[in-house]
């Protein structure tokens, strides 16, 4: 079964991957004078800010859910369980 953790991993390797990619187009754009050195600085930066907004939002949407699942009771999460693995044969 897929745990939160790995959801939560490949989630951030992903705005990792989105982030290390523009900022690579970002840099050939400079290099081709498409945009300048500033211009880049400042897409780059913005780019950098908006990665850690989105995995501060993801961080605090899984810090709620492990909130929720901490508060249910033994007999809830072995509901939730199996409702997920009738879903998993599906």
Known sequence: MISLKNILLAGIGSVAYTYEK?????EEM?????????????LTD???KKTFKSMDV??????????????????EI???K???N???KK
């Open 46 to 48: 913005e780019l950098k």
């Open 86 to 88: 009738e879903l998993e």
């Open 58 to 75: 993801a961080e605090d949407k899984l810090n709620g859910v492990l909130s929720n699942i901490q508060s249910m009771t033994k007999t």
């Open 78 to 80: 072995d509901e939730v």
């Open 22 to 26: 523009a900022a690579e187009l970002v």
């Open 30 to 42: 400079v290099k081709k004078g498409e945009i300048t050195v500033k211009q880049g600085k400042d």
């Open 82 to 84: 199996k409702k997920i």
